[in-house]
């Protein structure tokens, strides 16, 4: 469930928290080896019609990796949007969203799996995994999102309180951390994408409210960590990587 719950833009392991509170640019290179890795990975299993792209694309990444300035390690890195047309932005970003939903149905499976041994609603448990397990083999990318995240619809009011006692407090932390790391980046005196940030941060801080449902924080966290401006994605990792 860790996954599921955890915005991938605003946290990471508190071993690399300490790391990057020493050695910013060890924070970023983290970043950049991750991205390396899906983009030879969409260079392997690519057609031929985004080739020459990806392969300039990873090699900006193998450049910035290599270089030990952070200011000029992160200018690198946030430039890359402008490096390419908006179509194969789009094709990166659909990729990527992809690899997300993927890891955090994996995570859902692995966390509705652990509370099996309680044994505890276990008619309902089985059948949310075997739903999971069905979505990931759903080659249609908005069906498995769409399907992913109404999950809870599906689920008695019963089982919703049931997973309240164990996702509930984890989901609102998740959301604490999202809007205290939009605070810091507004905070700054340069700051970019002033207004998408702070719609962020409003929609974070709207969802830990105790009338949103589960299912409904979900749909927030997954947003969050998925805006549709591919540069503000790009910053906000950047950013994270500086502030941490």
């Known amino acids: 469930m860790s996954r599921l719950l955890t915005i991938c833009l605003l946290s990471l392991a508190l071993a690399v928290q300490c790391v990057l509170s020493e050695n910013p640019a060890e924070g ?14 969409y260079l392997a299993n690519d057609d031929g019609s985004h080739k020459e792209e990806l392969k300039k694309l990873i090699g900006i990444y193998e450049t910035a990796l290599k270089t030990e300035d ?21 094709f990166v970003q659909s990729k990527l969203q992809e690899d997300q939903i993927n890891e955090d149905i994996l995570g859902a499976i692995s966390f509705y799996k ?7 609603f276990k008619a309902d448990l089985e059948k949310v995994v075997a739903e999971l397990e069905s979505l990931q083999k759903q080659a249609d990318f908005e069906a498995k999102k769409n399907g992913f995240l109404n999950l809870e619809k599906g689920f ?14 984890q989901l609102n932390s998740d959301l604490k951390s999202g809007v205290e790391f939009f605070e810091k980046v507004l905070g700054e005196s340069d700051v970019k994408y002033a207004t998408e940030i702070k719609d962020l941060k409003a929609q974070a801080q709207a969802a830990i409210a105790d009338s949103v449902s589960i299912d409904d924080k979900h749909k927030v966290l997954y947003e969050i960590r998925n805006p549709p401006n591919a540069e503000l994605i790009e910053y906000l990792k950047a950013k994270f990587a500086e502030l941490n």
């Open 114 to 120: 652990s509370l099996l041994a309680k044994g505890e």
């Open 28 to 41: 970023l290179n983290i970043h950049i080896r991750g991205q390396l890795q899906q983009y030879e990975k």
């Open 156 to 169: 008695s009011p019963e089982f919703v309180n049931f997973l309240k006692s164990d996702a509930l407090p």
């Open 70 to 90: 952070f200011n000029a390690k992160q200018t690198l890195v946030n430039e890359v949007p402008s490096q390419f047309s908006p179509e194969f932005g789009k």
